[in-house]
């Protein structure tokens, strides 16, 4: 279980071992202080009546209908932070956490499980999912502009809207123009493309049309090698659905590197009437060689859970759709895109929170009829807050469990989004 663990004093042995840089008298009983912070979140969290469930395992959870699913993004490669997100989110107790399909950031992922584990002495892992896509999708694209071309009294909105602090203009800063406030660790002027995550929101704030999206398609024997890695546990295909020939040709390509997975997920937007005939189109093409169970990730607003409230009502009108669904194939039902802190709510409402039937429609299964969630770009952004100010006063490459402070301001986030689904 996730949380338990970290009730014991396994941080202050682990940050002994490792050592601190600081180890003045005030440095050490700060640290004492934010570790007995920690050790109180999760005491009290324990508390909590209905706790257990957060010990299931990622199948259990998908059965119970209180899977979580940490997207890291498709497209996003700053190592850095996926290492601490993913230490943060394992902490927190997500299933699954969903990376891009690059070896480096699959083994940035694993070494924040494993500093996690290590740290609280967890029984239990989150699965290791890559995504890749069959075509061109916005989920896997860059930001791309010469900022020599930009003009120099451009007030560079691209760089304010930015979520992900993927525009700088860190040479152009020093000289005091820049507006922003959270530099990156690259010090470079234009796109940091590891950062970009391919959102698209840059595009079209440009006054003077400099920006460029370049998008691509993941390499299927790539991607086929990074699966047979034993720290792979899952794959994601990004798919719009209309074009079963690619997600064949994808499928074929992957041959049986897919033998040893656990899960299959198929990322997919609301394509109204023809959602489900592709659904069914999909599933008889992966059935021959789907040994692993299978999941429909329910896309409603891509890449737009940070942006407010309102984001996720479409990926819950998506849910309630397949729900009613007769004829849908066989696979766990998860929402993403547009999800955030009210996407609980908004299941609730809809009757549609870790149920197994509704007014209008039901399963035979008795598994529920949602198996989860998956948080994106809010979940990024709540945990981001914290990273940004830890590396601006530790610096860019600092780890989240050498400032305890910051990994107890990092877990309150997390918690506070994971927990409702886990019934915390
Ligand atoms: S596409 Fe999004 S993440 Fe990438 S640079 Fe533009 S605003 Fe930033
Ligand atoms: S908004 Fe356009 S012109 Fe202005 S700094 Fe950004 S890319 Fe350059």
Known sequence: MALRYFCNTKISTYHHRHGFPNTSKEALV?????????????SNTL????????SSSPLQSLQRGNWVKLIC??????????????????????????????????????????????????????????????????????????????????????????PANAISFRGKSASGTSSNTELPRVLMDGVITERCYGCGR???????????????????????????RNDVDAMEIHTSGRQSAQFKELWCALGDSVENLKLIAVSLPNGGDSTIPSMNEMSSIMKPNLQCFNLWQLDGRPMSGDIGSGATKETIAFAIELAKAK???????????????????????????????????????????????????????????????????????????????????????ALALVGPVKCL
């Open 73 to 162: 993004g498709a497209s996003f490669e700053d190592v850095v932070d996926i290492r601490n997100l993913s230490l943060v989110y394992t902490l927190s107790g997500v299933d699954c956490i969903d990376c891009a399909a690059d070896a480096s950031v699959v083994s940035a992922v694993n070494e924040g499980i494993l500093a996690a584990t290590e740290i609280a002495g967890l029984q239990k892992k989150p699965w290791v999912m890559i995504s890749v896509n069959d075509d061109k999708d916005l989920h896997f694209r860059k930001a791309e502009f010469d900022p020599e071309d930009c003009p120099a009294n451009c007030s560079r909105p691209c760089e304010i809207v930015c």
């Open 202 to 228: 840059c595009l079209p704030v440009c006054p003077y049309d400099k920006i460029r999206e370049v998008t691509y398609v993941r390499d299927a024997a790539t991607t086929a090698d990074l699966l047979r």
């Open 47 to 54: 508390k909590l009546p209905s706790l257990s469930s957060s």
């Open 30 to 42: 700060e640290l004492r202080s934010s570790i007995e912070n920690v050790k109180s979140l999760i």
């Open 327 to 413: 004829n849908r194939p066989p696979g766990f039902l998860q929402l993403a895109g547009g999800t955030n802190a009210h996407t609980i709510d908004g299941l609730r409402k809809k009757g549609l929170f870790q149920t197994t039937s509704i007014a209008v429609g039901s399963s035979n299964s008795p598994d529920a009829l949602i198996g989860g969630i998956a948080y994106g770009g809010y979940a990024r952004k709540i945990v981001g807050r914290v990273l940004r100010s830890m590396q601006s006063e530790y610096g860019g490459a600092a780890r989240i469990e050498d400032h305890p402070q910051h990994l107890l301001m990092a877990l309150k986030e």
